[in-house]
Each structure stands twice: as C-alpha cells, then as structure tokens.
C-alpha cells in the first residue's frame, strides 16, 4: 500500500502544504511564483474596465460601502471576500491569465485573489503572501492530479472547482490554521466548488475564477471560527473525487509528486484567447511568415487538433469577440490574416464580423486525432501557389525563467501602463518582482488602484 492510501486523502493533500514556509522553496518555485503575481496584475488591470467587472462591482461591492479590500485597476473597495470575488473575475475576464496543464485550468487566477485580500487585511508581508500563494497553487494542482483527466471531460472547470480547493488553502496558509481547521476549509470548499464548461465564451467563465477565490476565503475564515465540513470531503463516499471524478482517484499521485513544485510548469499566455487556441495561432503564424501566403489566396485550410479540443474551444461562427477567443476557426483566421492575436481589440465583436474573417474563416475545417496532446496542432493550408504545412505545440512551460521575465514584462507593461499611466505601471512591476521585500504586501494593491 502506498503511503498516502495508509492516510486520509484530504488530510494528504493539507500535509503537503500546511507547513510549507518561504525558505523550503526552491529558487525556481520562487521565481515562477514572481511572474504568476506579474502576470495576474497586468491581466487583471486591464480585465477591471470591462463591463463584466462593472456589473459585478455595482451590484456586490457598492452595496457593501466597505473600506476594508482594495479592488485592482478600480478606485472602490469591498470586504474582503467581495474583493476576492471581484478581482478574480477581473483576472479572468480576457482569459489571458496563465494555464497549467496538470491542472487542466488557470492556476493563479483563483488563488491569488484571495491571498491578496487576506492579506491586505491582516497586514501580512512579502514573503507570507509568495508562500501562501505557492501552497494554494500545489494544493490544488495536485488534486487534479489525484482526479485525473475524467473531471474536466465530463464538463467540470477546473478554474473553479479545483481553484475553490487553492484558494482555501492559500488563505488557510495565511491565518496559519491548524490540521483540524485546514480540513474543514477544504471540507468547505469542497462543498461550494463549482463551475461548468458550457458557460465558455460567456461571461460565466470568468465568474467561475472569482467564485473560487471568495469560496476559498470564505471557507478558511469561517473554519478559522470553528464553522465545521467533512474534514474528508475529497476521498468520502459521495464526496468530491467520487462525484466529481467518478473514481476515488489516483492516491499513488500525491507520493509521485512528494517533495516538487507543480508551480514550475505554469505556461503563460502571449495571445488573449483560450490557451487550447495558441498551438493552431503559431501554426497558422508559421505559414504566414515563412511560407509568404496570402490570406486573400487561401482557398482551403485543414486544422488537426486533439478531440478534447472540440468541447472548449469550437464555437463554430463566433458572434462575440468573447466567443472568439474560444473560436479554433476563429483564432486561426486572425492569425493567417496577420491581426495581431495579443492585443485585446484584436477581440472585438465588430472584427468577428468582418467580412475578410468571416470568409477565411468559413474556409476551415477542424478535424481530430485522438494521437495528439491538447496543446499540440497540425495545419495545413491549401493556396494558389502551393500546399503548405506547420506543426506547434504549446505545452512545454519555459526553459530560460529570464526570458520568461522579459516577456512577461513586455506583456504587463502593454496591459497595466493604459490603465495606471507608465511610471506607476513600472512602480507595480518592480514592487512584485521583489515582493519578498515587502514588509506589507498591501502595497501591491495600493499601487494597483485607480484614483478617483
């Protein structure tokens, strides 16, 4: 019997981060960790001036007339669990947030918010946030793990039902709880998680991501007040591995991944749209500029991609910039037609109704083989001139953390400087690239703030 079937699941999956402290991770864990806090500020500054965000603020955050959490890119303020709510949906609303493939979602989006707010609210530092950011990234990446791939095919988003799971345990690491206490707050996350993978392309998608980060909260507070749950609720009969999952899960996993950070394969999105679009964009990207094609000539393109594909990310005839960056056709269009698929009015709602798009992109035709990875696609395009053909693939998280720095800065810079002016912008990056050297890392939030 492997050592985590002789324990409780959920007592397993709490064990590997309750004790987690800023000097047992490794400088690769910590580095990574810097450019998730990056890149969620970038997103999410530019995702607070969408109408999502202000529906949400207008009936969540104003009716509170709370002071209490700082709400990023926006000048009102909320408790801390609406603030939580809020600014993780703002994180997601351009679905340009980071992805992590063991998960099959986001990883950062849930779980940060969360430790944000918190932390703002009892005045923790630098270090106390990374850490805690860290364990609620493990936690929940290795419960997809233990599940497996089931939850997320049979229609589940990991983003929100497993992120519920990391933010608890983000926050849980925060108040610094006991085992019985960390217990109840997955217990009680594991009783609210949810999200489902029909609302893609809809506003219900990112709503999932601020779900979990204020479920998550909400969960470790009331458990810090002794509020009770199944302290067992991922292996229980009838719990979340058994209906979630239909399977136990795979206890052998947790020992499989003892001892590493999962955080290490976060891949970071360079193209606003479903990361499951990216390998048919740089494959579509390759033909343009190597093979010289005209999209005008284009009489015919075939798109090879993995049939996992086609329950995420194949609206068909996109009406809505929203619905186009889950379009494969769509997607793959723009990037033949050379639109540039990293600026956020590339996704528009006029732009999809184009009449040059539209015509390309009704000249492609999504096919599958199952002998693909998710991350992978094959494109091949027929033109006056020549057939062409590209391969990309998308799933290999960075080698050179210092390149991914670099773009990643590049990527925050374009998405934080319209909204809070390019000192104050560089001000925000510097702050997180060193937040270990914050002695209160409320000070992310100040700087992320809109005045007036």
């Not at 507070?221 to 009838?238: D, H, K, P, W």
């Not at 093979?291 to 090879?304: G, I, M, P, Y």
Request: charged share 20%.
């Amino acid at each position: 019997m492997n050592a985590v079937a002789e324990r409780q699941i959920t007592r397993a999956l709490v064990g590997a981060v309750r004790t987690l402290r800023y000097d047992d991770l490794s400088d690769e864990a910590r580095e990574v960790g810097r450019h998730c806090l990056l890149d969620f500020f970038g997103v999410a500054l530019a995702g607070a001036r969408e109408p999502l965000v202000d529906f949400l603020v207008d009936v969540a955050a104003k009716p509170e007339n709370s002071s209490a959490a700082g709400l990023i890119g926006r000048s009102e303020r909320a408790t801390a669990v609406t603030a939580a709510l809020v600014n993780g949906t703002a994180g997601h609303a351009l679905d340009f947030d980071d992805a992590h493939l063991g998960m099959s979602g986001h990883p950062t989006v849930p779980v940060l918010p969360a430790a944000l707010a918190l932390a703002e609210q009892r005045g923790a530092d630098g270090r106390a946030l990374l850490t805690a950011f860290v364990a609620g990234v493990e936690l929940e990446c290795r419960l997809a793990l233990l599940l497996g791939p089931r939850h997320y095919e049979v229609g589940f988003h990991s983003t929100g039902t497993l992120g519920t799971f990391g933010a608890a345990a983000a926050a849980a690491h925060l108040l610094g709880l006991d085992e019985p206490a960390w217990l109840h707050a997955i217990g009680l996350a594991g009783t609210q998680a949810a999200g489902l993978k029909p609302t893609f392309g809809s506003m219900g998608k990112p709503l999932h991501a601020g779900r979990a980060a204020s479920t998550g909260l909400l969960s470790a507070l009331l458990a810090q007040r002794g509020f009770t749950a199944a302290a067992n609720i991922v292996e229980v009969s009838q719990g979340f591995a058994a209906t979630h999952a239909g399977s136990p899960g795979d206890a052998a996993s947790l020992d499989r991944v003892a001892g590493k950070f999962l955080i290490r394969d976060t891949l970071f999105k360079y193209h606003a749209a479903c990361y499951l679009t990216h390998a048919p964009i740089e494959a579509a990207r390759t033909i343009r500029v190597r093979d010289r094609v005209n999209a005008d000539r284009v009489e015919s393109v075939e798109l090879t991609v993995a049939p996992a594909l086609l329950g995420v990310c194949n609206i068909q005839n996109p009406a809505t910039g929203l619905e186009g960056k889950f379009s494969l056709r769509g997607t793959t269009a723009l990037a033949l037609l050379g639109r540039d698929t990293a600026e956020l009015a590339t996704y528009s709602d006029a732009t999809m109704h184009e009449p040059a798009l539209v015509r390309l992109r009704d000249r492609i035709r999504v096919v599958t083989d199952p002998g693909l990875a998710t991350t992978r696609a094959k494109l091949a395009v027929a033109a006056a001139g020549g057939r062409f053909s590209a391969e990309a693939d998308t799933g290999t998280p960075a080698a050179d953390l210092a390149v991914q720095r670099a773009r990643l800065r590049e990527k925050f810079d374009a998405l934080a400087s319209p909204v809070l002016g390019t000192s104050r912008a560089a001000e925000l990056a510097e702050a997180v690239l060193h937040v270990e050297e914050l002695t209160a890392a409320a000070r992310l939030l100040g700087l992320a703030r809109r005045s007036g």
